[in-house]
């Protein structure tokens, strides 16, 4: 998803997350659900006497548990950009900014990177001589698309490359 707007001072704001299908609190009640049958038959087996099963219906339910807690979780990751008109903030982070860039707006242009596949979205990035900052990874083809509009629409210097030169930044 993308949320752009403008500020009073004339700063844009554009804010990229990826879409969820689901919530967490949707998440844990699948997961309660599923862990609660899969640990159930596990004890009605070991119960019959084929003990050998609940080890392993015990180990699908936590290695679920956790591939779905790390899923959900990476869904809250988000960017956050502010252009201004002396400098570019890249914010990325979920609750709060784990990492964050600031760049001078004139020596930081945005670069359009071509998919690697006919069937990709060109992949945006702002760069500066020190740090080369991909822009919204995880969103689709139409999202991509939008993030884009609404860079250029900051007023971000656009300069083109292809596939094969991603790897010169």
């Known amino acids: 998803m993308v949320f752009s707007e403008t ?24 997961l309660f659900t599923f862990a609660g049958l899969t640990l159930a038959i596990g004890v009605f087996w070991a119960v019959m006497g084929v003990w050998a099963v609940l080890p392993f219906s015990g180990l699908e339910a936590g290695l679920l548990t956790w591939l779905m807690y790390r899923v959900s979780q990476s869904t809250y990751e988000r960017q956050r950009i502010v ?17 964050t860039w600031r760049l001078q707006r004139e020596q930081a242009p945005l670069a359009v990177v071509e998919g690697e596949h006919p069937l990709d979205a060109p992949g945006p990035s702002i760069f500066d001589t020190r740090d080369n900052i991909e822009v919204g990874r995880f969103l689709n083809r139409e999202d991509k698309e939008k993030a884009l509009a609404a860079l250029k629409q900051a007023g971000l210097f656009v300069r083109s490359h292809d596939r094969l030169a991603r790897a010169s930044f």
């Open 83 to 99: 252009v201004s008109d002396s400098q570019v903030l890249i914010q990325v982070g979920a609750a709060f900014p784990r990492r």
């Open 7 to 30: 500020h009073r001072d004339r700063s844009r704001v554009i804010v990229l997350q990826p879409n969820r299908s689901s919530s967490w609190a949707q998440t844990r009640l699948f």
